[in-house]
């Protein structure tokens, strides 16, 4: 409580500050007496059995699937949100399946799902939820996956995290002044979050940038982000650079050049990264996975299908070199299917 009378949410960087019965600029934490509420707890915008590749996660269980599901609301406010009627909503109606953390976690290891995704919104927002379906998933052995832009505060950290097996970081840009006009947040508690991901905890983590036209494209943008991945991140942290298709608040920009996405593929690994990805695009070579000693193609991909495959748990069959990931002797055969699943 601050001396005004107001509280302070401190999950994310926002730090609202609320009256009675306010939400937060996410709308779905509110202010109800002198506690903070999450009005979506237990509400879903809908589940689907996915490939682990579409999180996109190319170094995790490999070919398994995995049950995904949002909720409602974010805290940040992008004009290229391609969730943006989930991400946006306003009117709870949209959360069409209810769902316990129980109910979810049985269902996953009924489906064969391996693992649980936190998706299509920003699970920091809905931490309370997902850490209760976190370790409901614990007790089954199933494995969870925050799929999060990492605007989340230190304070919040490390307990959201310690319930996740896996993390995709979206990393919109380089630049503050990109996340200020575009995102209406800010740039360094995501590097914050990606630091403290890579020195600080055991989750899996791969990056994700949607590499927009004229906006976050530039080279030298590309070569200093590169840089600070190299040195903060390490070179075996994936990261994978996506294709931006217009939508929401920025129908006019046009989609992003395959040329676009191979020469940030190309910087990146000038600068010593070793699994660099693209996607959202038809390119074989951007979305295999390659041996960094021996050049040998470790797991072969046209989009979310895998062809072949030459890992033996996290070794390189050809040379014995080690591949950093979450890796099994076999990989998983879902395949390329999306299949949505009503739990209620």
Known sequence: MRPDGRIECRLCPRYCKLQAGQRGFCFVRQRVGDKMVLATYGRSSGFCIDPIEKKPLNHFLPGTSVLSFGTAGCNLGCRFCQNWDISKAREFDRLADAASPDVIAGAAQRLGCRSVAFTYNDPVIFAEYALDVARACRERGIRTVAVTAGYITGQARPEFFSLMDAANVDLKAFTDGFYQRLCFGRLQPVLDTLAYLRRETGVWLEVTTLLIPGENDRSEEIERASDWFAANLGPDVPWHFTAFHPDFRMLGVPPTPIATLLRARD???????????????????????????????????????????????????????????????????????RQPVRLG
């Open 267 to 337: 910087i990146a690994r000038s600068r010593g990264l070793r699994y660099v990805y693209t996607g959202n695009v038809h390119d074989p070579a951007g979305g295999s996975t390659w041996c960094p000693s021996c050049g040998t193609v470790l797991i072969e991909r046209q989009g979310y299908e895998m062809g072949s495959y030459n890992l033996d748990h996290n070794r390189c069959r050809a040379c014995g070199f080690t591949v950093a990931g979450r890796f099994e002797r076999q990989p998983g055969t879902w395949g390329a299917r």
